[in-house]
């Protein structure tokens, strides 16, 4: 299970070193970095260094290894994989509201065209930041299933509650951001879990 954990915590990262592997899952750092190595010695992870930060990628091998540990996992759970498709199905129109929502955080009409919003008009901003609150709540019930499946999706309505809060107080980089844990980077780990959980092509048209 623990190299399950650490080759799923690097992908659902992108990049990730081992406390942040051990601290995704709780996994007692000791375990988290045996297994890491443990995954480097097979070929499934590597090492890079980027822009200043360190960390464990996927190789392609690594991806596939990870897909299979997924699948098993998954199918050991009497009417799992049939659980998470629903939660899927029903995640997805969720996933567009999102990404409007994250659309109109970034861009706002001005005229005919479409300008980078600049958070000066409150109003649009709590307008977006309401559909936000909707969806977190609409998302609690589906991670409440998925954790009724899978222990390892729990937090996620939990994090993207916390990002929420955040950018209410002001804090406009927990909508979006890509360096904290923003409402939009929770959500794209949640559907990068699902995709993979599932062995579904992310690139395909949902």
């Given at each position: 299970m623990s190299l399950l954990l650490a080759l799923h915590g690097v992908r659902l990262a992108g990049m990730a070193d081992d406390d942040a592997v051990a601290d995704r899952f709780a996994l007692p750092p000791a375990e988290a970095t045996r297994a890491l190595r443990d995954a480097h010695d097979r070929g499934w992870v590597q090492r890079a260094e980027f822009a200043g930060t360190?960390?464990?990628?996927?190789?392609?091998?690594?991806?596939?290894?990870?897909?299979?540990l997924l699948a098993a996992e998954l199918d050991v759970v009497?009417?799992?994989?049939a659980g998470v498709v629903n939660v899927y199905d029903d995640f997805l129109p969720l996933n567009a509201r999102l990404q409007q929502a994250v659309t109109n955080w970034q861009l706002r009409p001005e005229g005919d065209?479409?300008?980078?919003?600049d958070h000066?008009?409150?109003?649009?901003?709590?307008?977006?930041l309401d559909e936000l609150a909707a969806i977190g709540r609409a998302l609690t019930p589906l991670v409440a299933r998925l954790t009724g499946t899978l222990d390892r999706f729990a937090g996620y309505d939990v994090r993207f509650g916390r990002a929420l809060a955040r950018a209410w107080r002001g804090d406009h980089a927990w909508v979006d951001g890509s360096g904290v844990d923003s409402c939009h980077r929770v959500w794209f780990?949640?559907?990068?879990?699902?995709?993979?959980?599932l062995g579904i092509d992310r690139a395909a048209p949902t």
């Open positions: 360190a960390g464990w990628w996927l190789t392609d091998a690594g991806r596939g290894e990870n897909e299979r009497p009417g799992g994989r065209r479409l300008a980078p919003n000066t008009d409150d109003r649009w901003d709590d307008a977006v780990e949640l559907h990068e879990d699902l995709v993979a959980t």
